[in-house]
């Protein structure tokens, strides 16, 4: 009989430990609403950055905020050893090798070939997760975008070209001849101007295309090109990018308008542009990210699109160009979007 009453109180005991158990862990609201156990361990995040210009710095700091918003915060539950390579291939390679040996839980490409020596580096195993990639097929990273099909997902950085060509025909309308330059190494930056090259020409541009191998070349391939054209396409490229304001400068002294991917190169000295934005697109694989430390399967993980854009005008430039700029698009980025002045 007393056996019996021991194992009763056995049972009893066990079931209150486990009830309290359950009622006094932490919870955390999932991006659904939903009630999810919240992270306890320490997690450690590689961030690998190609190169320091204002569109991938925007995206860094996006993907921080991504994380934090998925409960993963630096200093309490997650460590973030974030690496810049400044466009040397081979530290890209000695980063990605660290964070492997380093047994990070996770790595983030910030750039079509951090994102390339990340996945090369992790060997099919450590999540990648992509920041802003332009073409992640094309890059080979991805199976597709629907399903990745391996240990990568994340966020597709593709500029709306279409609508950036339509600012060019509004504020450039007598504009025959197009330049569009970009660095040939850069994978994405190819594919965004050889994609632009085809709308222009089927739009009645005539193209002429430039290329730069480093942002040493800009002055010199700048020069020759803006003797030749009436206007200049400069596309989600780093390398251009990190040499926006060279090739600002060249082409305001030859009185030709640079019209620019992103609102960080009107920034840096482009006329207009409508773009998407850099730090959506890193706060979006943030949240990729937090969700994967969490559990979610990248192979099933679709590859995420930020599509919304917004206008930025540079109204200096248009006064050193002696340029008017649309009245309509001046009161879209005022409105909505961004001045620099």
């Known amino acids: 009989m007393m056996k019996k009453i021991y194992g009763v109180i056995v049972v009893i005991a066990a079931f209150l430990a486990f009830a309290f158990y359950q009622a006094s862990r932490p919870k955390t609201q999932s991006a659904s609403g939903q009630n999810q156990t919240a992270v306890k361990k320490q997690v450690k995040v590689g961030i690998l950055q190609l190169v320091t210009h204002p569109a991938l710095d925007q995206i860094h700091r996006g993907v921080v905020a991504g994380l934090k ?164 396409y400069a596309p989600q490229d780093n390398g251009v990018a990190s040499a926006m304001k060279t090739l600002a400068d060249v082409a305001n002294k030859a009185g030709v308008p640079v019209i620019p991917a992103a609102d960080t190169m009107v920034k840096d000295g482009g006329l207009a542009t409508l773009a998407v934005s850099q730090y959506q697109l890193g706060r979006q694989s943030g949240i990729m990210a937090g969700k994967v430390l969490k559990g979610k399967k ?19 430039e248009a006064k050193t160009l002696g340029i008017k700029l649309p009245a309509s698009l001046l009161k879209q980025a005022k409105k909505n979007g961004e001045v620099f002045k």
């Open 298 to 316: 990248t192979s099933n993980y679709p590859i995420a699109f930020v599509d919304k854009g917004f206008i930025s005008v540079n109204t200096g």
């Open 69 to 232: 918003e998925e409960g993963f915060k630096s200093g309490k539950n997650l460590k973030i050893d974030y690496q810049n390579a400044q466009g040397d291939q081979s530290n890209l390679q000695t980063m990605s090798s660290k964070f492997n040996d380093e047994n990070d839980d996770l790595t983030v490409g910030i750039a079509t070939p951090a994102a390339q020596a990340l996945a090369k580096a992790a060997n099919g195993k450590t999540p990648v997760i992509l920041a802003g990639i332009t073409d992640p097929v094309g890059g080979r990273l991805v199976k597709s975008n629907q399903r990745p099909g391996g240990n990568i997902t994340g966020t597709s950085g593709e500029s709306p070209l279409s609508q950036q060509l339509n600012i060019i025909k509004q504020i450039v309308p007598s504009a025959k001849k197009l330049g569009i330059i970009y660095t040939t190494s850069d994978h994405g930056g190819t594919y965004n101007a050889k994609k632009m090259q085809r709308l222009a020409q089927k739009a009645g541009y005539q193209v002429k295309m430039y290329t730069i191998s480093s942002t040493n070349d800009m002055q010199t391939i700048a020069g020759q090109m803006v003797n030749s054209v009436q206007a200049v």
